[in-house]
């Protein structure tokens, strides 16, 4: 500031001490102003000289008060400021709580569930899980969060080894809609609510004579679940289970609740889509199921070298409605297992059936026997750990994840293991019967990690040798790598399916082999647990690359993982587009659940995320 500017700021007697040139500078000319024009025009010209002089005025007159006359401004200024600040945080409170409450009655939040899936490899907690008892109440709880665009993922019975049905934002289970609707004897067919689980439909329809055609290994699926990820049982002219459903009630955001039927051509195509849709159409309320007359099945276990195998391969398809391999690494062994029909009592073959077993068939070996090699290998691995006594109850499936949580990725410890099962395989060998429903089902192993693909293997007529190609392959990556790769590698065979989106979707001769890849995980050792999932994904990356893309294989919905990278994920994404009409399913999602309401986390990676175009 010049010595001018500052004189003036002292008062009236230095107007005249004023330099020419600070007037001229402004283009101000005082001459013929009386005093107080002059005194407004010197304060404005102060103003754009120095624009913080009023504030350091004000400073000065604060300064020379005395400590009571300060007190008094401060509190005069202070109050009101308070009271304004006090009363502003207390409505912004207040309407925190408005909002939180508001939240709450559209969220419907309740108390939190932590949900975790069958092989304890994927768990969500969520405050909205909602369990309605009617179709009107589902109905409600989609539209609801159709219109706050609130995510609702629907969960079957929590088995499929990814968590496919998991989502922490919100979710509905279908437990307590589990009625028979209805049974249909003429056409063989029943109703029910998606919720039922497997073993509630064949107990309900065994008073009508009548049962499921096909399985999976595990009976306590949800029936909505069971179709929309395409499970499968195993038999070369048998589709996956989505192709036992004709008809079905779909609730969706986007366009209400639909029903599909076989019967009418144009809900055909749609209803072959939203069979298997991963829940992302809509929720399966009901279903309608075709099913077969009740049967019992002659089940026959025989152990096989792999030579044997493949020179029995195509008759064992082509004269068993029901065929499984099981390949035990490390071995030349393969459990054979296949079952048939029991045929009627006024059949020829059902008499000598009944003869040849009693007379030709080797004797059920008890268990004491039967299970000897591992029972004995469990007492010596474990250092005295476990008796005889304490194990003897323990099944088969039992012992192996018993042997193997002694060292799960020692390779040798494996050899030992896969070793002594194949001969208590051996001491195994024989033939039962029983209600279909107690053959097809059988004991999977304790918590795992599991991939399985399909892919093609030639038509149901004439199989072209592919399926075993890729087991020998698989076999000797195994050994090639030193996989600790425990029993079994479960392999089995359907028909195709009509669905677009099933794995096995294709024309109808077409056939397909489905193996699987298996590491058992211990309940209750998180660093062990660990490690095997490491070891397994490494497995699992392994088949991929060298197997996967030269025999077209496509992973198992209820199996299929995300990537580890965001590469990855997207490479997934990408070869889920070369193998199924993703567009054509993205379209129908941007239909029926425009805002992507049902998806969850998984689903979004291997589909896409909502796009403002229909895909």
Not at 331 to 350: E, G, I, K, M
Not at 501 to 517: E, N, T, V
Request: a neutral charge; aromatic letters at 6%; one cysteine or more.
């Amino acid at each position: 500031m010049t010595w001018a500017v500052r004189s003036a700021m002292s008062g009236a007697r230095h107007w005249s001490k004023l330099p020419h040139r600070l007037v001229l500078r402004h283009g101000t000319n005082f001459r013929g102003l009386s005093w107080e024009a002059k005194h407004i025009e010197m304060h404005t010209l102060l103003e754009k000289e120095d624009p913080y002089s009023y504030y350091r005025g004000q400073s000065l007159k604060y300064e020379n008060l005395n400590d009571q006359e300060k007190t008094a401004r401060t509190v005069w200024y202070a109050v009101p400021i308070a009271t304004i600040v006090g009363l502003g945080a207390y409505w912004w409170n207040e309407e925190e709580k408005r909002k939180t409450k508001r939240k709450v009655e559209i969220l419907g939040e309740g108390e939190e569930h932590t949900i975790v899936n069958w092989s304890a490899t994927h768990a969500v907690t969520t405050k909205r899980f909602f369990q309605p008892e009617s179709v009107e109440a589902l109905e409600a709880l989609v539209a609801k969060a159709a219109k706050h665009k609130l995510r609702l993922r629907v969960i079957g019975a929590g088995l499929s080894p990814n968590g496919i049905g998991l989502d922490g934002e919100g979710m509905v289970s279908l437990a307590l809609m589990d009625k028979v609707l209805s049974v249909d004897r003429s056409k063989q067919q029943v109703t029910v609510q998606a919720g039922i689980t497997v073993t509630q439909v064949i107990e309900a329809l065994r008073p009508y004579g009548l049962t499921l055609q096909n399985l999976a290994s595990i009976n306590a699926q949800q029936i909505g679940g069971f179709m929309q990820v395409s499970a499968h049982g195993t038999g070369a002219t048998l589709p996956p289970v989505d192709e036992q459903v004709v008809g079905l009630k779909l609730v969706t955001p986007g366009q209400g609740t639909i029903s599909l039927s076989r019967e009418d051509p144009e809900d055909l195509e749609l209803l072959r889509m939203s069979r298997v849709a991963l829940g992302a159409l809509g929720v399966v309320a009901e279903a309608t199921l075709q099913c077969v007359p009740a049967h019992s099945l002659v089940e026959q276990t025989a152990v096989m070298t792999s030579d044997q195998v493949e020179r029995e391969h195509v008759r064992l398809l082509g004269s068993n409605r029901h065929v499984r391999y099981m390949w035990i690494p490390y071995t030349d062994t393969v459990v054979v297992v296949s079952s048939n029909p029991l045929q009627p009592l006024y059949h020829p073959a059902r008499w000598w059936g009944a003869i040849s077993r009693s007379v030709l068939a080797p004797k059920p070996t008890p268990d004491s026997e039967r299970l000897k090699p591992m029972r004995d290998l469990l007492v010596q691995s474990s250092n005295g750990k476990q008796s005889p006594d304490a194990i003897s109850g323990l099944s088969l499936a039992q012992l192996r994840d018993e042997l193997l949580a002694v060292n799960p990725l020692d390779v040798e410890h494996i050899k030992k293991v896969n070793r002594a099962e194949a001969l208590c395989w051996q001491q195994s060998q024989g033939v039962r019967v029983a209600p279909s429903d107690g053959v097809l089902g059988f004991e999977c192993g304790g918590q795992q990690w599991v991939s399985e693909v399909a892919f093609p293997a030639g038509k149901t007529s004439l199989p072209d040798g592919s399926d075993l190609r890729y087991t020998r392959e698989l076999l000797s990556l195994i050994e090639a790598s030193g996989i600790p790769a425990p029993a079994p590698l479960e392999q089995r065979w359907s028909a195709a399916s009509a669905s677009p989106m099933s794995p096995a979707g294709g024309a109808k001769d077409d056939l397909f082999s489905w193996l699987g890849i298996i590491m058992y995980l211990p309940e209750d050792d998180a660093q062990q647990r660990e490690a095997i999932t490491d070891a397994f994904l490494q497995y699992k990356a392994a088949c991929r690359e060298q197997l996967w893309g030269r025999y077209d294989c496509r992973e198992h919905w209820a199996k299929i993982e995300e990537g580890e990278s965001k590469e990855e994920t997207e490479g997934v994404r990408q070869r889920l587009k070369r193998q199924y009409p993703v567009a054509e399913f993205n379209a129908l999602r941007a239909r029926f659940d425009p805002d992507h309401i049902l998806a969850n986390p998984l689903v979004t990676a291997l589909l896409g995320p909502k796009s403002s175009k229909p895909s």
